[in-house]
């Protein structure tokens, strides 16, 4: 069974940059995708980012585009989120979670199809 812990969050300023880490293991054979997602008290949870495994393709948001950069380890145990130029509407609970692509990462993967999560990890941008 496929595992998933996040650290890195915290309390942050606005402007200043923190690094998530998502430490993965259980993975099969299969082709996956990892993807960061957050939900901010009473809104609905939201994709941030999304890396493939095997060939490293990515996605963002408009709204992270340009300030988020996913990435991960040679080994592919650990998915990194690097979180640059943050604002204060970043605040949220950051999650990460893990789809087998079998045809690959073409495009976003629905939050409905994201197998494994994590538990979370806080990250609160003060203006």
């Known amino acids: 069974e496929v595992q998933l812990v996040e650290s890195g969050g915290g309390l942050v300023q606005a402007g200043g940059s923190l690094t998530l880490s998502c430490a993965a293991s259980?993975?099969?054979?299969?082709?996956?995708?990892i993807g960061w997602f957050r939900q901010a008290p009473g809104k609905e949870r939201e994709a941030v980012s999304c890396?493939?495994?095997?060939?490293?393709?990515?996605y963002y948001p408009d709204s992270v585009k340009g300030r988020f950069t996913i990435s991960t380890d040679n080994a592919k145990n650990t998915v990194s989120l690097q979180m640059n130029g943050l604002k204060p509407e970043d605040t949220a609970v950051y999650y990460c979670?893990?789809?087998?692509?079998?045809?690959?990462?073409?495009?976003?993967?629905?939050?409905?199809?994201?197998?494994?999560w994590g538990q979370g990890t806080q990250v609160t941008v003060s203006s």
């Open positions: 979670a893990s789809v087998i692509i079998p045809r690959g990462l073409t495009d976003w993967v629905p939050q409905t199809d994201y197998d494994y």
């Open positions: 259980g993975f099969t054979d299969e082709d996956y995708a």
């Open positions: 890396i493939s495994l095997t060939d490293g393709t990515t």
